[in-house]
C-alpha cells in the first residue's frame, strides 16, 4: 500500500470542508485501491463547453483533483502539503453525457515530488483522455 494510512472513502470525504471547485463541479470519489484512487465527473452543463461536450478544463479539474488528493493521502497531511505543479493532458475523443473516471496512479512518489499517470475514460471504457500530473510536496509553515 502507498498510502500514508489505510483511507475510507468517508474520510477522504472529510477533507472537504468548504465550497471549492471539487464541491462546484459534482466530482465524486469512486475507489480506492493499496495503489490507486479513482473520482469521476458527470458531463452535464456544468462541465460542458460551448459545442455541448466534455470541456477540456473540466478534464483538467478532474484528473488534477484525484492526483493532488492521491498525493496528500502519501504523506502525512498534518506536517505537510501537495499541490498540482505541472499538467499535461491529451484529450483524445469527446464525451457529450454520462460520466467520465480518472484513475490516479503514481509514477514516481519522491521526498519532494510525486508524479501521477492518469487516464480517464467513459461509461463504456473507452480512453477519452490521459493526464501526467506533478504534484509539489512541501512542509507546512
Excluded at 458527470?42 to 492526483?67: F, N, Y
Excluded at 509514477?107 to 506533478?134: C, S
Aim: proline content about 5%; overall charge negative.
Amino acid at each position: 500500500m502507498i498510502w500514508f494510512k489505510d483511507y475510507t472513502i468517508e474520510e477522504l470525504k472529510g477533507f472537504m470542508t468548504h465550497e471549492n471547485i471539487v464541491t462546484a463541479l459534482g466530482l465524486e470519489f469512486v475507489e480506492v485501491t493499496p495503489d490507486s484512487l479513482s473520482f469521476r465527473l458527470k458531463v452535464d452543463s456544468r462541465s460542458h463547453q460551448i459545442h455541448g461536450i466534455l470541456h477540456g478544463g473540466a478534464t483538467c479539474v478532474l484528473t488534477e483533483s484525484v492526483g493532488s488528493f492521491a498525493s496528500l493521502m502519501v504523506i502525512n497531511p498534518e506536517t505537510h502539503y501537495a499541490v498540482g505543479s505541472h499538467i499535461s493532458t491529451n484529450h483524445l475523443r469527446p464525451v457529450k453525457d454520462g460520466y467520465v473516471t480518472a484513475i490516479a496512479k503514481p509514477v514516481h512518489l519522491g521526498r519532494t515530488k510525486h508524479v501521477w499517470d492518469i487516464p480517464v475514460y467513459n461509461d463504456d471504457g473507452k480512453l477519452i483522455a490521459k493526464t501526467e500530473l506533478t504534484c509539489a510536496v512541501t512542509p507546512k509553515p
